[in-house]
T-cell receptor
């Protein structure tokens, strides 16, 4: 199956700093990528939908100025958590679709801890 | 009302038991339906897609009732390795997928 990678897999940062998470489709072109956030023992919450070359569409309640998403190429989307605070500590997971099949491929996730 | 709702669980069952997971969705325009399995601190893995005609994959059977907006997953002869969180997922147009809160399953020897 298709492979999606995320980097870093784990990051610890100080409150007030910004953190960038990369999501890459390794063997296919991802026309659409999705960013999810998952708090402990909770479900995946969709944050935004990212289409290559256009602005991301954010879900209700997600601050677009705090969670900056860039999908500059068909294989890379980035999520930047700006001015991170402890309440932003979470598991961030991306997924990607090629549009050619019905499959949604998930990255392994990035665990963010803000101290 | 949440878009996708699942039994809160957790389910604690002995090996060999049959366990059923239920899920309801609110958007009647939803187009496709899935069950995912998520192990602790890992990304979700697709278990199976769900069709109105029902589909079976070994010990796993999934069913969709569009009229009732209800999805089910049945695991027969449960194994220790089935212990995980099972997530119901519903997709509309544009591949946007909404997940239920998940039901944790513990299978014990």
């Amino acid at each position: 199956g298709a492979v999606v990678s995320q980097h870093p897999s784990r990051v610890i940062c100080k409150s007030g700093t910004s953190v960038k998470i990369e999501c890459r489709s390794l063997d296919f072109q991802a026309t659409t990528m999705f960013w999810y956030r998952q708090f402990p023992k909770k479900s995946l919450m969709l944050m935004a939908t990212s289409n290559e070359g256009s602005k991301a569409t954010y879900e209700q309640g997600v601050e677009k100025d705090k969670f900056l998403i860039n999908h500059a190429s068909l294989t890379l989307s980035t999520l930047t958590v700006t001015s991170a605070h402890p309440e932003d500590s979470s598991f961030y997971i991306c997924s990607a679709t090629s549009g050619r099949d019905y499959e949604q491929y998930f990255g392994p996730g990035t665990r963010l801890t803000v101290t | 009302r949440k878009e996708v709702e699942q039994d809160p669980g957790p389910f604690n069952v002995p090996e060999g038991a049959t366990v059923a997971f239920n899920c309801t969705y609110s958007n009647s325009a939803s187009q496709s339906f899935f069950w995912y399995r998520q192990d602790c601190r890992k990304e979700p893995k697709l278990l199976m897609s769900v069709y109105s005609s029902g589909n079976e994959d070994g010990r796993f059977t999934a069913q969709l009732n569009r009229a009732s907006q209800y999805i089910s997953l049945l695991i027969r002869d449960s194994k220790l390795s089935d212990s995980a969180t099972y997530l119901c997922a519903v997709r509309g147009g544009g591949f946007k997928t909404i997940f239920g809160a998940g039901t944790r399953l513990f299978v014990k020897a």
